[in-house]
């Protein structure tokens, strides 16, 4: 092997594709040119239908890469065509099993990933027990298969499995502190809660933080969270002490517990046995901040929330949140949102609702929430003022129904577990669920959400009429 040839083999094993390509651009085409052309379109510029075309040559060629499926199936599902990557997910599985090292933990990951997100939940975990006699490491694996069990509802296998989420949230706060599992305590010991996962994830969790206090009446609890999430916790009065900055903590804790956790230590088995609203609250000081939106011009007319998208950077076929969001586009064609006063709570990347066309529907105060500082408090405090709230599975969701606001849901066809599988969810009594009747449609979503919202404004109680 020539000296530039060895160079372009060890660039492919570092992933350094761009500078393979610079390398092997002249070349006649043959299966490493392939490869790398492949794969630099696929991992470095999100072309994901210029890696199809080329996979499928080097997959007709004699000769190609193990791992030629799995990087088909990643360009497919890069494009939404799941059912057609799971194909070639298990080609890779049954051509990578037993070769370390050729990616077969990549392509079990991608096998059940995609599982999930075309609801073959019971498939996947019958595929992950017919794995257990490979001696490989899965340590993936095990998250996946607990986001399975409980999107079946299978409560208390799926709360230990997520037990071994560490591969997919790794620990940022600093502390080396033992992990709490129950053990008896002394009266008055400190345990430091923190979330290693999302927002929405730390507001659904926390509905478990009263009956941690009634089974550990004599515990000192600290809660660590981001700056963002400081004002609404302490709303809550559920620890004895919040912070922002591990760096204002004692040096040591004796245990720290993650606020995931919970449900396998408390040992939750129904979703029934726990608040479905109203466990976070909004003090009517921080809710008067916003009084502006009570004012009689606003309610002459329903007050409605909306939120569309979430962090796009998360949506990757590499993540179980893919396909959640929504285009600002698609919201305004909600012919109804004309008839109510609109508040967009949307943060991030996002264009703001005042550049379309439902600009002249928002209420005055939009500009303020918008040139405000991102603070939960203030977003909690806007959704109590509001007649209802629609947003996509996002934090605002999971706020929404924690307050107990009557809010509506739009989900992808197999969306996160909290959600269920119906029209309503068995975690939040003040949440109805739009789902969508095929994946990656939310025409239809919109058409039903359109129509349901045109006969709530109708019967939109008179008394609130001004």
């Not at 599985?93 to 090292?101: E, F, I, S």
């Not at 509905?207 to 660590?224: D, G, M, S």
Request: charge should be negative; aromatic fraction near 8%.
């Amino acid at each position: 092997m020539d000296p530039t040839e060895q160079r372009v083999n060890d660039l492919i094993v570092q992933g350094h594709w761009a500078q393979a390509w610079s390398l092997t651009e002249t070349w006649p085409e043959q299966p490493l040119t392939l490869w790398v052309r492949a794969n630099y379109l696929l991992q470095d510029c999100g072309d994901d239908a210029g890696a199809e075309v080329l996979l499928r040559r080097l997959l007709a060629s004699p000769g190609c890469p193990d791992q030629v499926h799995l990087r088909l199936g990643k360009a497919l599902h890069g494009q939404d065509r799941v059912a057609e990557a799971l194909h070639h997910y298990l080609q890779a599985l049954v051509a990578c099993r037993r070769k370390p090292g050729a990616g077969f933990e990549h392509a079990v990951n991608a096998y059940g990933l995609a599982c999930l997100e075309l609801g073959l939940h019971q498939h996947w975990l019958d595929v992950l027990e017919r794995l257990d006699d490979d001696d490989q490491p899965l340590p993936m694996c095990p998250y996946i298969a607990a986001l399975a069990h409980l999107s079946l509802g299978q409560w208390r296998p799926g709360w230990q499995l997520l037990e071994q989420r560490e591969p997919w949230f790794h620990r940022q706060d600093g502390f080396s502190c033992p992990l709490w599992q129950g053990q008896l305590l002394e009266p008055g010991q400190t345990v430091l809660i923190s979330s290693d996962m999302g927002i929405g994830d730390f507001l659904f969790f926390l509905r478990f933080v009263p009956e941690l206090r009634r089974w550990y009446q004599a515990l000192t609890l600290v809660l660590l969270v981001p700056p963002g999430l400081m004002q609404l916790a302490l709303e809550c009065e559920l620890f004895d002490q919040i912070v922002t900055d591990s760096s204002h903590l004692p040096g040591h804790f004796p245990w720290q517990l993650r606020i995931a956790s919970l449900p396998a230590l408390l040992g939750v088995d129904r979703p029934d046995q726990f608040p479905q609203a109203g466990y976070v609250k909004v003090s009517s000081k921080a809710i008067s901040v916003w009084s502006g939106l009570a004012s009689a011009t606003a309610r002459a007319r329903p007050l409605v929330a909306i939120n569309w998208a979430g962090n796009r950077t998360a949506e990757s076929p590499g993540l179980t949140v893919r396909g959640r969001s929504l285009s600002l586009d698609q919201i305004e064609s909600i012919t109804a949102l004309q008839q109510v006063d609109l508040i967009s709570v949307q943060v991030g990347a996002e264009p703001s609702v005042l550049q379309s066309s439902l600009a002249h529907c928002c209420h005055p105060a939009q500009r303020r929430f918008e040139a405000s500082a991102p603070d939960l408090i203030d977003t909690a405090a806007v959704l109590s003022h509001c007649d209802l709230v629609i947003t996509n599975d996002t934090s605002v969701a999971h706020l929404g129904g924690a307050l107990g606001r009557p809010t509506w849901v739009m989900l992808k066809r197999h969306p996160s577990w909290q959600w269920g599988e119906a029209g309503l969810t068995p975690w939040y009594s003040s949440v109805r669920c739009f789902r969508q009747q095929r994946a990656f449609d939310w025409a239809g979503v919109i058409s039903d959400l359109d129509q349901a919202l045109l006969a709530w404004i109708a019967a939109w109680p008179a008394t609130q009429r001004r």
